[in-house]
């Protein structure tokens, strides 16, 4: 199903961020910008009825629930609500499930996906201050606290705030390749590798450090992702013994790194295979893994997927 038409599904009250990060990303026209149009529906139960938000201000939906019938994606953005969800919202989502379509959620919309009965035996996610209650109240749900968004199936979900971004940009570059994904989020001024992928692909998000000691460090590293890195040549430029550096490097970015430079290495790979026409062996050279063998390697083990098969999921449209 191609990703044409969302609707996003209001419970009052709303949480104001997290579907102003659904209307970022699915609602604003970029079509100037090579982004594919989409039909942008807000919802609620009684679109005659103001909805309250958790920032004092009232709005209004512009549809019914009728509207979501036959839209290629559901989002449920957060809301107090979202943990004991009527029947009608509930049924919404299990009819999206069933027909195929996407169903998203945005931090605790997570619990109205759960109600509806449609996590049960999934990988999910949610806000971290919520994951042990979400486990707890849906035992059948597979619930995983440590990644940015989950996607099994066609159900997504995504912890809390921010990382709706990271999930919906996902499921942009899943339906209409890197470039588009690329396009919405430099126009939203955030980065778009904060990814995990599809079910076979989640990861936790490569970490990133802004700490003065080690910052220069891993930006050199980005720079050179085709140089082979040894603990301590990087500590020496670090101007570090070898053993402070390995130690910090883990308390400052939460890996080793040779972990780290080996997720930069799947990341870039993953863009130039969505966005050039290199072979497979050139691809290897020049994020460095040296070979063909050892890059199908990582990047199987990293996404679940072959290079060639990846390639031929998620090429960016000409």
Same mark, same amino acid.
């Given at each position: 199903?191609?990703? &044409?038409?969302?609707?996003?599904? %209001?419970?009052?009250?709303?949480? @104001? !961020?997290? $579907? ?17 149009? $989409?039909? !942008? ?7 005659? /009825? ?8 009232? @709005? *209004?939906? /512009? ?40 169903? @998203? ?5 997570? !619990? ?13 996610? *949610? ?5 042990? &209650? ?34 919906? %940009? ?21 980065? =778009? ?13 490569? =970490? ?36 402070? $550096?390995?130690?910090? !490097?883990?308390?400052?970015?939460? *890996? /080793? ?15 130039? %295979? ?20 050892? %890059? ?10 072959? =290079? /060639? ?10």
């Amino acid at each position: 199903m191609t990703l &044409r038409s969302v609707a996003v599904v %209001l419970q009052d009250p709303v949480a @104001l !961020f997290e $579907f102003g990060v659904l209307s970022e990303v699915f609602g604003m026209d970029r079509t100037d910008d090579g982004v594919p149009p $989409f039909d !942008f529906r807000v919802c609620a139960e009684d679109p005659r /009825t103001p909805l309250t938000t958790d920032v004092g201000v009232s @709005l *209004t939906a /512009t549809h019914g629930l009728e509207a979501t019938a036959d839209v290629d994606l559901v989002a449920i953005p957060a809301s107090p609500t979202a943990y004991t969800p009527s029947e009608a919202v509930k049924q919404v989502v299990r009819d999206a499930v069933d027909r195929g379509a996407h169903v @998203l959620s945005v931090c605790s919309g997570a !619990f109205t996906l759960a109600a509806a009965g449609v996590l049960d035996g999934r990988e999910c996610t *949610t806000h971290w201050m919520h994951t042990d &209650r979400l486990a707890a109240d849906y035992p059948l749900a597979r619930v995983n606290p440590d990644v940015l968004y989950a996607h099994d199936g066609n159900v997504i979900t995504s912890a809390g705030t921010a990382a709706g971004i990271d999930a919906c %940009l996902h499921l942009v570059r899943s339906e209409h390749g890197g470039a588009v994904a690329n396009r919405i989020a430099r126009r939203m001024v955030v980065s =778009p590798h904060r990814d995990g992928g599809q079910r076979q692909f989640i990861d936790r998000p490569v =970490p990133v450090t802004e700490a003065d000691s080690l910052g220069p460090v891993l930006q050199w590293m980005l720079e050179h992702l085709d140089e082979a890195h040894t603990v301590s040549a990087l500590a020496r430029r670090a101007s570090m013994s070898s053993r402070t $550096f390995a130690r910090r !490097f883990v308390s400052e970015t939460g *890996t /080793t790194p040779h972990q780290w430079v080996t997720d930069q290495r799947v990341l870039r790979a993953r863009e130039l %295979l969505e966005e050039t026409d290199l072979s497979i062996e050139q691809i290897a050279g020049d994020v460095g893994f040296g070979s063909a063998a050892l %890059l199908r390697h990582h990047f199987s083990q990293c996404t679940g997927l072959t =290079p /060639t098969v990846f390639r031929t999921r998620h090429r960016s449209p000409a």
